[in-house]
């Protein structure tokens, strides 16, 4: 170990001196220390020693001054050697079990970060990332105060202007990175400059969202419905032509990066309902006054372009393979299918919401 006085490195910077326990593996640390440094000085005693032999301290011997104790200074060298180091230094050692952790107090030197991983799961469940320009942009301009954390391209940074004054006002952390450091925080190529953490907003209960319903309304539900680019496309459809309400299996699937950036905005108008089951979630907006319309490119029984939609209903579509399953066909009081060449089996099913969408907003809507 240096000598203790030698505090700062070559840098200027302040040594860290690690400490051990004063048991016995720290005297055989310290015996093998002193040993070395007593083993280097008795060797150079005993050269020195064997000159001053032969030369003139035989005629200068200190032993025989006078005054001088026996053994002289060499004696008192010797006890000072014997003396364990830490006896003179000010630093003392701390003991510390090999199965104790050092816990980081933030303000230390050392130690190791504690996080729990019990926190961290919910952390992650609670937060999701979104990117994209206009996905991003929409977040800021409608729940600012969701945003966790940001990171930017320094070429989308004067767009977002605004936003980057906001979380500085707000003391919200964000990083202007390159494409490779941002393509790592989004976990994607296609992250269109930007990227957010942000808190989910989770599903609301359909008891919710009826409390709150207009007279004229339309709500959507997706039966198996999972690819995040057909959501994202179905909810940019559903804000387009103001349909607010979503009921899914899993609301959660409304949430997901690729699902935000491809609705371009629109997934700060939509409102995800979660459905515990989803036929019962069915039957509540049915005795809510709503009429319940399935679709099928195969069994619908009317051309949506030659009927009367109603004010409020609730349009049921499902997975292009396989469509609606029997139980949830069953429960429709009207069944439409969208009429064509018949080129093609059948329609992307987010193409299939935006024309049936917008037949409902030209009969409803617009008129109102």
């Known amino acids: 170990m240096n000598d203790t006085n030698d505090f700062s490195g070559k840098n200027g910077k302040v040594k860290v001196m690690y400490v051990r326990s004063e048991g016995q593996d720290n005297n055989k640390g310290n015996d093998k220390r002193r040993g070395?440094?007593?083993?280097?000085?008795?060797?150079?005693?005993?050269?020195?020693?064997?000159?001053?032999?032969?030369?003139?301290?035989?005629?200068?011997?200190?032993?025989?001054?006078?005054?001088?104790?026996?053994?002289?200074?060499?004696?008192?060298?010797?006890?000072?050697?014997?003396?364990?180091?830490?006896?003179?230094?000010?630093?003392?050692?701390?003991?510390?079990?090999?199965?104790?952790?050092?816990?980081?107090?933030?303000?230390?030197?050392?130690?190791?970060?504690?996080?729990?991983?019990?926190?961290?799961?919910?952390?992650?469940?609670?937060?999701?990332?979104?990117?994209?320009?206009?996905?991003?942009?929409?977040?800021?301009?409608?729940?600012?105060?969701?945003?966790?954390?940001?990171?930017?391209?320094?070429?989308?940074?004067?767009?977002?202007?605004?936003?980057?004054?906001?979380?500085?006002?707000?003391?919200?952390?964000?990083?202007?990175?390159?494409?490779?450091?941002?393509?790592?925080?989004?976990?994607?190529?296609?992250?269109?400059?930007?990227?957010?953490?942000?808190?989910?907003?989770?599903?609301?209960?359909?008891?919710?969202?009826l409390q709150e319903a207009a007279d004229t309304d339309c709500v959507l539900a997706l039966e198996d419905v999972g690819n995040p680019h057909n959501l994202g496309g179905i909810m940019r459809s559903c804000a387009h032509f103001g349909i607010q309400g979503v009921i899914l299996q899993d609301a959660g699937m409304l949430e997901s990066g690729a699902a935000i950036r491809t609705a371009e905005g629109g997934a700060e108008h939509v409102k995800a309902i979660d459905a515990d089951g989803f036929t019962p979630t069915l039957e509540k907006f049915r005795q809510a006054g709503y009429t319940i319309v399935t679709t099928s490119s195969h069994k619908g029984s009317q051309d949506i372009a030659k009927v009367q939609l109603p004010k409020k209903m609730v349009l049921v579509l499902g997975q292009e393979s396989d469509g609606l399953s029997d139980s949830t066909w069953d429960q429709g009081d009207m069944s439409l299918y969208i009429g064509g060449t018949g080129k093609v089996e059948s329609l992307n099913v987010s193409v299939a919401t935006g024309i049936m969408l917008s037949q409902w907003w030209s009969q409803n809507k617009v008129k109102s």
């Open 36 to 209: 070395g440094r007593d083993g280097a000085r008795d060797g150079r005693d005993d050269r020195r020693g064997d000159k001053r032999s032969g030369g003139r301290n035989d005629r200068n011997d200190r032993s025989s001054r006078p005054g001088r104790p026996e053994g002289g200074r060499s004696d008192r060298r010797s006890e000072n050697r014997d003396e364990a180091p830490r006896d003179r230094s000010p630093w003392r050692t701390i003991s510390k079990q090999d199965s104790e952790e050092l816990e980081n107090d933030h303000g230390g030197i050392s130690g190791k970060s504690q996080i729990d991983p019990e926190q961290l799961r919910k952390q992650r469940q609670e937060e999701t990332r979104i990117y994209g320009e206009n996905a991003c942009q929409a977040m800021f301009k409608n729940r600012p105060d969701g945003i966790v954390r940001a990171w930017f391209l320094q070429s989308v940074t004067p767009r977002f202007r605004d936003a980057l004054k906001w979380m500085a006002a707000n003391r919200k952390a964000y990083h202007v990175v390159d494409a490779e450091e941002l393509e790592k925080a989004s976990g994607t190529e296609h992250h269109g400059g930007v990227c957010f953490i942000i808190k989910k907003r989770g599903g609301m209960q359909a008891e919710a969202y």
